[in-house]
């Protein structure tokens, strides 16, 4: 069964408003890192955050990560018209040396 | 400096033919990673090469499905006896090693595979 579940599956906003997507895994992980996905095709790393972090900040990116919970959440503020893509979270398993466990992926759309 | 490349970006075949799909990683990048993403999906985990170790194919679907990694370099992902439902993009990605688990990977642009 899949590690990462996105919730929710499509968000839309306007533009100027924050986005907020979450993430839940299954099993003990190293560290969480979450990525961007234009136009469906390659993938960009945005921000990691380790399992001994509870948040982390990038920009305009916010993460934070709550191992009691296995979840992670992605706040973008202040959106913008470019922020319009799909976003995954990808876990860093214990077990499973370099391998990452991506979800399904949230997409975001935001309104002008 | 230059990103991951993919080729081709593009492939049409027919239904039973074979495929080969061709990834060049960044340089010094020692580890390497094939993914599947079906239409509107995640990515699926195929195969992934470290070093000079032995990759880990858990993530291949069928015996169909190969790859090899030549001089720690470049990779061929090649799919034998193409079906409809081999349709999707393929992505590369490779990474420098890390401690302390999976590290920050760099992804190419892809490849959508088609077969008719």
């Known amino acids: 069964s899949q590690q990462g579940e996105e919730d929710p599956q499509a968000l839309s906003i306007q533009e100027g408003e924050n986005a907020t997507m979450n993430c839940s895994y299954k099993?003990?992980?190293?560290?969480l890192q979450w990525y961007r996905q234009n136009s469906g095709r390659g993938l960009v790393h945005l921000i990691l955050?380790?399992?001994?972090?509870r948040e982390k900040h990038s920009g305009r990116l916010r993460v934070t990560l709550d191992t009691s919970k296995k979840s992670s959440s992605l706040l973008i503020t202040a959106s913008r018209a470019a922020d319009t893509a799909s976003y995954f979270c990808?876990?860093?398993?214990?077990?499973?040396?370099?391998?990452?466990?991506f979800g399904q992926g949230t997409r975001l759309t935001i309104n002008p | 400096g230059a990103g991951v490349s993919q080729s081709p970006s593009n492939k049409v075949t027919e239904k039973g033919k074979d495929v080969e799909l061709r990834c060049d990683p960044i340089?010094?990048?020692?580890?390497l990673y094939w993914y599947r993403q079906s239409l509107g999906q995640g990515l699926e985990f195929l195969i992934y090469?470290?070093?000079?170790?032995?990759?880990?194919k858990s993530g291949l679907p069928s015996d169909r499905f190969s790859a090899e990694r030549t001089g720690g370099s470049v990779s061929t992902l090649t799919i034998q006896r193409t079906q409809q439902e081999d349709s999707a993009v393929y992505l590369c990605?490779?990474?420098?090693?890390?401690?302390?688990?999976?590290?920050?990977?760099?992804f190419g642009p892809g490849t959508r595979l088609t077969v008719l």
């Open positions: 955050i380790r399992s001994n972090e």
């Open positions: 990605a490779s990474s420098l090693p890390t401690s302390g688990g999976a590290g920050e990977q760099f």
């Open positions: 099993t003990s992980i190293n560290n």
């Open positions: 990808a876990t860093g398993l214990i077990q499973g040396a370099q391998k990452l466990v």
């Open positions: 340089s010094g990048h020692t580890a």
């Open positions: 090469f470290q070093g000079n170790s032995a990759p880990d």
